[in-house]
């Protein structure tokens, strides 16, 4: 049976002669947000296939597996790096805590690497469950678009199998991308290094994001000698300048050596290593060379061009406020989409397809005041916006207030890292337009900052907020003197 489509509140009336497919919903790539929008779409008595590449630790063309770059190579698995990198300093912490550690610890890259396998390994089965106790069907192969409301499956062995759908959607994530210079086949990509054999005594780094940000300190806390190269004066472009050189200093404080404002211009392979040319004339060995320059959308096999979906520049999937391409049949949702490129935004999107297509709720993905975090260590968060970005769109002043200090833990392990945070307030309407910190635990504390935020808080509710005590957390209810009024349209000044 057809379904009706609820949109702005108009139902799509069927044609009176009602056309079969072999499925309601075929979705392309099973990630996230794939497999969010197949299963909330099967609770809505759609009848769903789903197709994915086989399971692999490292993607290609022809590998990827069910659970999408999250749970495979990504989010997971790194923050199970960061977990086990983060020991280091817990040990080095635990001596004025009373602990007698030895003075030589023993790190064995080999089985923290086999057990991340195996979670991966583990959480790929459950996402398979999850699919087929939501009664889709799945497919293990590369899927293409050949038809508005045709896919065609290629499986392993290369038999082809076509089916219809009524809506077809791309649910195909990104890749990592490599910068052309010579000799970048000598790198690797955030897929090879969080499934390298070997870990590497000396790493070079190329990039200035999260994931730059999240391996130099991952590996440094392996005990990894790191060189992280960026093209800004401070890395994580797009966060608070404030946190951003917080961050930056924390890395150089736990022995991470930054080179901002520079470039990699050649690779070479030598005996000793490999040979990094730096734009500037510098050369460096290293063991590993990771390009962290960014990740591009996975469209190019799709066949999209051929079907008429329209794509941006950078090859993103182009679609209207319900996540809805040019073809009214054709929909896609997550990093294909280039919209916010992370997991929780997948699942949402998902989520709003499933309801706005087959549950009768029109329902457009909001995309305001998103929570993020970089798992640094120690971890950088936000919600909402950042001191720069609040004088830009605010229309009036804006109120910045911040708290330094150094964590209680550390005034005993005698750690020398400060936690900040901050909250950006509109002067007129006294509303909390932004947080950030960067300190232990600071994801699982903006977390919650984030309801706030969604809700509309004010400065005075925070300050009516009693903290809880003695925690870090507390501080974002007691900042009550302003470090800095910004005029409206000024530029922004740091204390930094």
Not at 174 to 194: K, V
Not at 212 to 236: C, H, Q, Y
Request: glycine share 10%.
């Amino acid at each position: 049976m057809a379904r009706k489509m609820l949109i702005d509140g108009e139902v799509s009336q069927p044609n009176e002669e009602e056309v079969h497919y072999d499925f309601d919903l075929f979705v392309i790539g099973a990630g996230s947000g794939g497999v969010r929008a197949s299963r909330f779409s099967a609770s809505y008595g759609a009848k769903v296939g789903i197709c994915e590449l086989p399971f692999h630790p490292i993607s290609s063309e022809v590998v990827g597996g069910v659970g999408g770059t999250c749970v495979i190579r990504g989010c997971v698995p790194k923050k199970i790096l960061v977990y086990g990198a983060a020991f280091r300093g817990e040990i080095e912490d635990a001596r004025n805590y009373g602990w007698e550690v030895s003075e030589k610890i023993d790190f064995n890259w080999k089985k923290l690497l086999h057990k991340k396998t195996e979670e991966i390994v583990r959480l790929n089965g459950i996402y398979k469950r999850l699919l087929n106790n939501s009664g889709v069907k799945l497919y293990e192969g590369e899927g293409k678009i050949v038809g508005p409301n045709e896919v065609e499956v290629t499986q392993l062995d290369g038999t082809k199998l076509s089916y219809t759908a009524k809506h077809i959607l791309i649910s195909t994530g990104g890749r990592a991308t490599r910068p052309s210079i010579p000799g970048q086949e000598l790198a690797i990509t955030s897929d090879e290094a969080l499934s390298l054999e070997e870990l590497p005594k000396r790493a070079v780094i190329l990039g200035g994001g999260y994931i730059a940000v999240e391996f130099a300190s991952i590996w440094n806390g392996m005990g990894v000698t790191v060189d992280l190269f960026f093209r800004k004066e401070l890395p994580l472009r797009g966060f608070d300048d404030e946190m951003r050189a917080v961050v930056a200093r924390n890395l150089e404080s736990r022995g991470i050596n930054l080179h901002p404002r520079a470039n990699l211009s050649e690779l070479i392979k030598t005996e000793d290593g490999i040979k990094v040319i730096t734009d500037h004339g510098e050369e460096l060995i290293a063991d590993v060379v990771l390009f962290a320059t960014g990740r591009s959308p996975n469209t190019k096999r799709l066949n999209l061009e051929a079907v008429g979906v329209e794509l941006d520049q950078t090859g993103a999937v182009k679609v209207d406020e319900y996540s809805r391409t040019n073809i009214p049949s054709i929909w896609a949702v997550g990093d294909v989409t280039n919209r916010i490129n992370l997991t929780p935004v997948a699942l949402m999107e998902g989520t709003c397809f499933a309801k706005t297509v087959f549950g009768g709720q029109p329902c457009k993905p909001d995309h305001k005041d998103v929570a993020c975090a970089v798992f640094s260590i120690p971890p950088l968060s936000a919600v909402g916006l950042s001191e720069e970005q609040a004088i830009e769109e605010a229309n009036a002043d804006v109120l910045v207030f911040t708290s330094t200090f150094n964590p209680m833990k550390n005034t005993i392990s005698g750690r020398q890292e400060k936690t900040i945070m901050k909250l950006v307030v509109d002067a007129e309407t006294d509303k909390v337009l932004g947080a950030s910190m960067c300190g232990p635990d600071a994801p699982e504390i903006i977390q919650g900052i984030a309801v706030a935020l969604k809700c509309g808080a004010t400065k005075a509710q925070f300050d009516s907020t009693v903290g809880i005590h003695p925690s870090a957390a507390e501080e974002f209810v007691t900042m009550r003197s302003v470090t800095r009024r910004v005029t409206a349209g000024s530029k922004p000044k740091t204390n930094l």
